[in-house]
């Protein structure tokens, strides 16, 4: 039962242009969204996250769309440059409530590459 | 430490033995995730600690998997008699609290590699 997907194994730019990861989910009760982007042999790292009571929450070249309605978000990362290189995971939360551990559930992850 | 530390980062074991990876936190942390990313899937939820206390395991796979955590620091992860399906990358992260990691996100380490041969 996968309640966080991430349809698309990889994806492949031009340096420069924009780069635009999606993601899927199941459950209604996430309230919070996050991106995690990782490198190899490293751990994942904390990008951008967004409440579910927000639409779009942007920083620098990352900015990241929720439409609850469609339960689908994604990630645009503008300019791309090859740097961006890396494995994107999106990530849900229901952070909110009593007894919640912060336990995130993540998605395949996508492997973007920027081409020079 | 500065960041979340995971030992050892690569690790070759033979069918059946038992392995024991360890996770250093972020000092001050109080919660600790174990996550594992298996080949070509998605990080995969094993448990989560809050203090010494592991409230949420629903995550570990079976009952050769176990965890422990000591003096609210580090933990280890311990899988009993091991199986080539344990063959993945297991990942620590560790946060302030577990209110916020929806906001905040986690740290993760850079993981352990095990190969059961």
């Known amino acids: 039962d996968q309640q966080v997907k991430q349809n698309s194994p990889s994806l492949s730019v031009q340096e420069g242009r924009i780069s635009i990861l999606n993601c899927d989910y199941t459950n209604s009760m996430f309230d919070y969204f996050l991106w995690y982007k990782k490198y190899p042999a490293e751990g994942p790292t904390f990008l951008i996250s967004i409440s579910s009571i927000k639409d779009k929450n942007e920083d620098g070249r990352f900015t990241v769309f929720l439409n609850k309605s469609a339960k689908h978000l994604s990630l645009h990362i503008v300019p791309s440059q090859p740097g961006d290189s890396a494995v994107y995971f999106c990530?849900?939360?229901?952070?909110?409530?009593?007894?919640?551990?912060?336990?995130?559930?993540f998605g395949q992850g996508t492997t973007l590459q920027v081409k020079p | 430490g500065a960041g979340v530390s995971q030992s050892p980062s690569n690790k070759v074991t033979e069918k059946g033995k038992d392995v024991e990876l360890r996770c250093d936190p972020i000092s001050g942390h109080t919660a600790l995730y174990w996550y594992r990313q298996s080949l070509g899937q998605g990080l995969e939820f094993l448990i989560y600690?809050?203090?010494?206390?592991?409230?949420?395991k629903s995550g570990l796979p079976s009952d050769r998997f176990s965890a422990e955590r000591t003096g609210g620091s580090v933990s280890t992860l311990t899988i009993q008699r091991t199986q080539q399906e344990d063959s993945a990358v297991y990942l620590c992260a560790s946060s302030l609290d577990r209110q916020g990691s929806g906001i905040y996100g986690y740290t993760f380490g850079s993981g352990t590699r095990l190969t059961v041969v």
């Open positions: 990530a849900a939360s229901a952070d909110g409530g009593s007894g919640n551990t912060g336990k995130l559930i």
């Open positions: 600690f809050q203090g010494n206390s592991a409230p949420d």
